[in-house]
């Protein structure tokens, strides 16, 4: 895949899935009214804005990464040539997950909607089921072999690392 494509279809795919996902379906939920704030504390309202922020930095950063770096879209359909190692992926290996779930909680916060906060906590089962059973041993077996085998030794999967890891050190 060149550059120029990869770059094309990480787009097409950063609206048709992060966008979905972590906009189209809480609006869906919530028409994001703002409802009683959560333990009754309007300032945590400024946690769920914060968390919205930095998702969606999280998220861009990734994804141009996915095309630049990795030469290819976080799309299963058209994967990346390169394993990807910089960035977030420095901290923990599924930073896009994270970064998704991140602007779903944060939207939950901010409008104080616990359907959006169940939703959440949904999306984030059905992706540790998808990596644990499907985008862990491709990683491994078909894609990327001791390169992902180092990253999943000193990169956790969840809980970013306080520290970035360096691949080769």
């Known amino acids: 895949m060149r550059r120029t494509a990869a770059v094309i279809g990480t787009a097409i795919f950063f609206v048709f899935a992060p966008c979905v996902v972590a906009g189209v379906v809480p ?28 998702g969606v930095a999280g998220l861009v950063d990734s994804f ?33 997950y994270l970064a998704v779930a991140a602007v779903i909680f944060g939207q939950a916060v901010l409008f104080g909607d616990w359907r959006l906060f169940a939703y959440g906590v949904v999306f984030w089962l059905v992706c540790h089921l ?6 862990e041993p491709t990683l491994l077996k078909k894609s990327f072999g ?3 085998e180092a990253l999943r030794i000193n990169v956790p999967r969840w809980i970013p690392r306080l520290t970035a890891w360096r691949a080769g050190r």
């Open 27 to 54: 609006w869906w939920i919530s028409r994001w009214e703002f409802r009683l704030s959560f333990p009754g504390v309007e300032l945590t309202r400024f946690v769920g804005a914060a968390l919205i922020l930095a």
């Open 130 to 135: 998808f990596v644990v059973a499907n985008e």
């Open 64 to 96: 141009a990464r996915f095309a630049l770096q990795g030469v290819g879209t976080p799309a299963p359909i058209a994967p990346t040539q390169h394993l990807v190692v910089t960035g977030l992926y420095r901290y923990v290996r599924n930073p896009i």
């Open 146 to 148: 001791a390169e992902y």
